[in-house]
């Protein structure tokens, strides 16, 4: 199973716009790249998936080199709301949790 | 579409006594996920199953675990006997089919304190 890595945590304020990088230099031809997002006592939250190139929906948009290595989760102008913990996932059947980034935005 | 179902939110029992979790996935969905988190260990992946069959159960702790899903609608957690460090968040996941472009659907998970 690949293995994924990101940054513990991250700070930003409101109305700015974060991006949430993370490797996975061991990533297989069929798996995908999945984020979620966790708030405290709830479950984790499909955010956005993709393969390659650039993915956009209506919260965020992943960025993801030729290489598949990496991927980059950006989220525009966020609010105190998007304070979270944002975990990065591949795979192709089962997806394993690592510790995710802990995001907090300040007013 | 009520989403996944877990049940009980919380559950309090003393150690020995055998506990049951509950979870009812999305209709139509044929992937179902059990997961465990704790501040320790953050989320981990205990078993999962694909059209009501166990394909990977390695990250049952031991044998005091065990999992079913007699039909497509409903599936159990149980441990027994109970132990403190057995305490943590369950949750239930579930997907159309392993990996897709829609992720997993999580419930509200299940709180087990163990005393």
């Known amino acids: 199973l690949a293995k994924t890595t990101q940054p513990i945590s991250m700070d930003s304020y409101e109305g700015q716009e974060v991006n949430i990088t993370c490797s996975h230099n061991?990533?297989?031809?069929?798996?995908?790249i999945t984020w979620y997002q966790q708030f405290p006592s709830q479950g984790p939250r499909f955010i956005i998936q993709?393969?390659?190139t650039k993915v956009t929906n209506e919260v965020a948009s992943l960025f993801i080199p030729a290489d598949r290595k990496s991927s980059t989760l950006s989220l525009p102008r966020v609010s105190l709301s998007d304070t979270a913990v944002y975990y990065c996932l591949v795979g192709e059947d089962k997806l394993i949790f690592g510790a995710g980034t802990r995001l907090a935005v300040h007013p | 579409d009520a989403g996944v179902i877990q049940s009980p939110r919380h559950e309090v029992t003393e150690m020995g006594q055998e506990v049951t979790l509950r979870c009812k996935p999305i209709?139509?969905?044929?992937?179902l996920f059990w997961y465990r988190q704790t501040m320790m260990r953050g989320l981990e992946l205990l078993i999962y199953f694909n059209n009501n069959v166990p394909i990977d159960d390695s990250g049952m702790p031991e044998d005091r675990f065990s999992a079913k899903m007699p039909n497509a609608s409903f599936s159990t957690l149980k441990i027994q006997p109970s132990e403190p460090r057995d305490s943590a968040v369950y949750f239930c996941?579930?997907?159309?089919?392993?990996?897709?472009?829609?992720?997993?659907?999580f419930g509200s998970g299940t709180r087990l304190t163990v005393v």
């Open positions: 993709g393969y390659k």
């Open positions: 209709s139509g969905h044929n992937s």
């Open positions: 061991n990533i297989a031809t069929n798996d995908y």
């Open positions: 996941a579930s997907s159309p089919t392993g990996v897709t472009d829609y992720g997993y659907t």
